[in-house]
T-cell receptor, first 116, second 111 residues
Framework: GAGVSQSPSNKVTEKGKDVELRCDPISGHTALYWYRQRLGQGLEFLIYFQGNSAPDKSGLPSDRFSAERTGESVSTLTIQRTQQEDSAVYLC??????????????FGPGTRLTVT | QKEVEQNSGPLSVPEGAIASLNCTYSDRGSQSFFWYRQYSGKSPELIMSIYSNGDKEDGRFTAQLNKASQYVSLLIRDSQPSDSATYLCAVTRNQGGKLIFGQGTELSVKP
């Protein structure tokens, strides 16, 4: 079946502009996650949606970052007033229902964001 | 102390050898453990998950978990040049599903 999809695949923006990144999870997956990977670095957790529960926003680095999810489908990550340190690959993952303590997460191809 | 630690490598092994990748974690509440493979310029790909102490085998891959020692490892038997990638260890606690990743170990398999 179709995997996690993300758009755009690449985004170049000027410092100070807002950007929106989109994620389409695998059909039937109830949980959706956003991570960030800076060049040469590990993955940093940003935000997690599980069904109708309040999202876990504990990884968002500043109030310039926000995310929404419609039901159990598409999610949008918005970065306002982008800064050069926001340059990274933004990865979305989804996981199926099942284990309460963290089931297997499947990643999309990512969006490479470059802030000039 | 980092929450999840891995040797950054590079780890170089000859083709056909066993590659051994190690990971330690600091949170004793961690319940789920995963290994991802990440090729350069690509997103992480899940290759193994393990939840209980002991070994779990899947093809050429074996994951080993020792919760008492807070240690998880990945063995790759009969290593192939196509296994050359960065291997990421990730763990989760039981309250939520967010993954805490190590920095990854770069593996190079020489023909």
């Amino acid at each position: 079946g179709a995997g996690v999809s993300q758009s755009p695949s690449n985004k170049v923006t000027e410092k100070g502009k807002d950007v929106e990144l989109r994620c389409d999870p695998i059909s039937g997956h109830t949980a959706l996650y956003w991570y960030r990977q800076r060049l040469g670095q590990g993955l940093e957790f940003l935000i997690y949606f599980q069904g109708n529960s309040a999202p876990d926003k504990s990884g968002l680095p500043s109030d310039r970052f926000s995310a929404e999810r419609t039901g159990e489908s598409v999610s949008t990550l918005t970065i306002q007033r982008t800064q050069q340190e926001d340059s990274a690959v933004y990865l979305c993952a989804s996981s199926p229902p099942g284990r309460g303590y963290g089931s297997e997460q499947y990643f999309g191809p990512g969006t490479r964001l470059t802030v000039t | 102390q980092k929450e999840v630690e891995q040797n950054s490598g590079p780890l170089s092994v000859p083709e056909g050898a066993i590659a051994s990748l190690n990971c330690t974690y600091s949170d004793r509440g961690s319940q789920s453990f995963f290994w991802y493979r990440q090729y350069s310029g690509k997103s992480p790909e899940l290759i193994m998950s393990i939840y209980s102490n002991g070994d779990k085998e899947d093809g050429r891959f074996t994951a080993q978990l020792n919760k008492a020692s807070q240690y998880v490892s990945l063995l790759i038997r009969d290593s192939q040049p196509s296994d050359s990638a960065t291997y990421l260890c990730a763990v989760t606690r039981n309250q939520g599903g967010k993954l805490i990743f190590g920095q990854g170990t770069e593996l190079s398999v020489k023909p």
